[in-house]
């Protein structure tokens, strides 16, 4: 697999368009392998699904991470730290983590203390950063080229991560001050063949589903989202699953229902999205048709998608269209119904995130360096956008704490 494949996954679109804080240990080597310590397409009605409620609203200012591209033009220095306002949905920038190399993912480990980063480059890296004082705890190499996309599990002990550029997935254990320790197991996707237009498998996202019984790897190359056990004492993998899209879909990332028996599948290559359902016994996801983006024939990717808190609607980052799409869920999560689509009010909206308590919707975009904040209608699910987007570097994710 070239080199090629990674740099399009990095800048698909982006060629044709167009304070510090002292840390313990830099990723600008590549990751050392030492730790220290169309409008509305059918009546708006009031979707059936309820789900959780969402968490309360804190009060006051919140903090806001952002990654970045640190070594392309015109990019960020490292992770930058902002602060956003619960009510108004303002931005104010921060301080920037600067050493950690490429950190184009963000996540958050689940007792809110210690923030992960992929090191998205050709020898890639994880690595942690405690947030009280913002020291760089370590990084770990992942096994493989371009990690993407990270997680934590649900039981705090493990960090996942998918390296696009060879198709692999690793897992990483956890001490209990959050440092990453040294690579527990790495498996490569090596089957099926690659769909059409790939050469390889490219991981592009492993995550943990709701009841935690089960790993699942989206993976764009080919056309397939993997299942995997986990075993919590040694992080060996044990692949029971596999999915297909059709061919040449292209997924790219897999995001569940609270409820936990269905998930919402976009696929980049071909312009869908694609409703799951989930059997939590044996892992297995079964993908149903494809479905609008609301994008129209022109050129879209879609990036990700995000349910709100309590399961009534879904949202879609549109690259290319530079939109989101709003979904109605229905069904108890077995139905997305396509409301309607708003400009993002950016450039290449490759990552979205919802505020904790849901009223809040955050977009990274890329090629225009900005973060598009939207206020989230309760009962209507409408997007209104917060205010002018804040300035970031090559915005590639945005990760409200």
Not at 16 to 43: I, Q, Y
Request: aromatic share 6%; net charge negative.
């Amino acid at each position: 697999m070239g080199r090629g494949d990674w740099s399009r996954r990095r800048f698909v679109g982006a060629l044709a368009g167009t304070a510090t804080v002292t840390v313990l240990s830099s990723c600008d080597d590549a990751g050392p392998e030492t730790a220290r310590t169309p409008r509305a397409v059918a009546p708006e009605a009031g979707p059936s699904t309820a789900g959780p409620s969402p968490s309360p609203t804190p009060s006051g200012p919140r903090p806001l991470a952002l990654g970045t591209y640190t070594s392309v033009e015109d990019g960020g220095t490292g992770i930058a730290f902002a602060t956003y306002d619960t009510e108004t949905g303002e931005v104010t920038g921060g301080s920037t983590l600067t050493g950690v190399g490429d950190p184009s993912y963000l996540a958050l480990h689940p007792d809110g203390r210690t923030l992960y980063a992929v090191n998205e480059r050709e020898k890639g890296a994880v690595t942690a950063v405690r947030l009280s004082d913002r020291a760089v705890l370590g990084s770990r190499s992942t096994g493989g080229g371009a990690p993407c996309h990270l997680s934590v599990h649900p039981g705090g002990r493990w960090l996942l991560s998918a390296n696009y550029e060879d198709g692999s997935v690793a897992v990483h254990p956890l001490d209990a001050s959050g440092a990453i320790g040294e690579r527990a197991d790495l498996v490569t996707h090596s089957s099926p063949e690659p769909g059409p237009g790939q050469e390889g498998p490219h991981a592009h996202q492993f995550v943990t589903s709701p009841d935690g019984g089960h790993l699942l790897a989206v993976d764009l190359g080919t056309d397939t989202v993997y299942t995997y056990r986990l075993d919590e004492r040694s992080g060996q993998l044990t692949q029971v699953a596999q999915a297909r899209t059709r061919p040449g879909a292209g997924p790219r990332h897999l995001t569940f229902h609270p409820g936990g028996r269905y998930a919402y599948l976009a696929n980049e290559a071909d312009n869908t999205v694609a409703v799951c359902a989930y059997d939590v016994g044996t892992g297995r996801l079964t993908i149903g048709g494809a479905q609008s983006t609301g994008t129209g024939s022109g050129t879209s990717y879609p990036a990700q998608l995000v349910v709100t808190p309590d399961g009534r609607y879904a949202y879609l980052a549109n690259r290319g269209h530079n939109s989101l799409t709003r979904y109605a869920v229905e069904a108890d999560g077995a139905r997305l119904r396509l409301l309607d689509t708003v400009p993002v009010a950016g450039d290449f909206p490759r990552q979205i995130a919802l505020s904790p308590d849901g009223t809040l919707l955050f977009a990274a975009n890329q090629r225009s360096g900005t973060v598009s904040v939207f206020r989230v209608d309760p009962d209507s699910g409408r997007l209104r956008l917060a205010g002018r987007p804040f300035a970031s570097p090559v915005a590639v994710c945005a990760l409200p704490l």
